[in-house]
């Protein structure tokens, strides 16, 4: 199976996994968008206050215009708190459901797979993979709604002045190339650190059920015994 298949496979599992969220999916978009238009307001409504409350100086214009930016900074911390609840709330059952069908797949799967494949490795891709798509989930509505809010930004750049508003933008275009070399560049870095997890977590999960069937049969004193005499045997032949 080629690389793409497995792309389309995945994407395919998420968008089952985030049919049943359809409602806390909305709630993030607008909330988001909301949290967008507040925080590019906020900028316009100090230039209006500077404007008409400080040069001419106008106590009452001043006052007014600092209410309405605390009125919007309340409604920016309100979105905020929505936005982030429906993020967790979205990636958290998104997780729960596809760790419960892992967990089903794996019981419907055949005894003679149990014993070829390594009960260590099985728990760490069910943890790390699983959590991968968790965090990525979480980040969609917040990465959404700065894309937004950088496309507000430049409309109103470009509207109050041309020139600094491609003064301003020009590092963007570096920028993307710059993170997607990063990203090229820790993509294997993480399969392979995912895969040293896998071969830790195999080793501590045979480790433990050694001691488990150790206990079991009441062998500690047998065990202890052989592990003094393999010591005295590698101290005489000077491994260490």
């Not at 470009?158 to 003064?167: G, N, R, S, T, W």
Request: one cysteine or more; charged letters at 20%.
């Amino acid at each position: 199976m080629d690389d793409a298949t497995v792309r389309r496979g995945g994407w395919r599992m998420m968008r089952r996994a985030l049919r049943p969220s359809r409602g806390w999916i909305a709630v993030g978009v607008l909330t988001a968008l909301g949290w967008t238009v507040a925080k590019v307001t906020i900028p316009l409504l100090a230039q209006r206050a500077v404007d008409e409350g400080i040069d001419p100086y106008d106590r009452d214009a001043l006052l007014r215009w600092t209410l309405v930016i605390v009125a919007v900074t309340v409604v920016i911390a309100v979105f905020t708190a929505f936005r982030r609840y429906a993020a967790f709330a979205i990636s958290l059952r998104a997780e729960t459901d596809l760790r419960r069908q892992l967990f089903a797949h794996l019981q419907r799967l055949h005894f003679a797979y149990h014993d070829r494949a390594q009960t260590g490795e099985l728990m760490s891709r069910a943890n790390t993979d699983l959590r991968q798509i968790q965090l990525f989930l979480v980040f969609v509505p917040v990465a959404g709604a700065n894309l937004v809010m950088i496309a507000g930004v430049a409309g109103v750049l470009i509207a109050l002045d041309p020139k600094l508003a491609l003064l301003a933008l020009a590092p963007l275009p570096l920028l993307n190339v710059a993170a997607t070399a990063f990203s090229r560049r820790m993509g294997p870095q993480s399969t392979d650190l995912q895969r040293r997890l896998a071969d830790v977590s195999a080793v501590v999960e045979e480790s433990l059920s050694g001691i488990r069937v150790v206990k079991g049969f009441g062998a500690e004193r047998l065990q202890d015994s052989v592990s003094c005499h393999c010591d005295s045997q590698r101290l005489l032949r000077g491994d260490g």
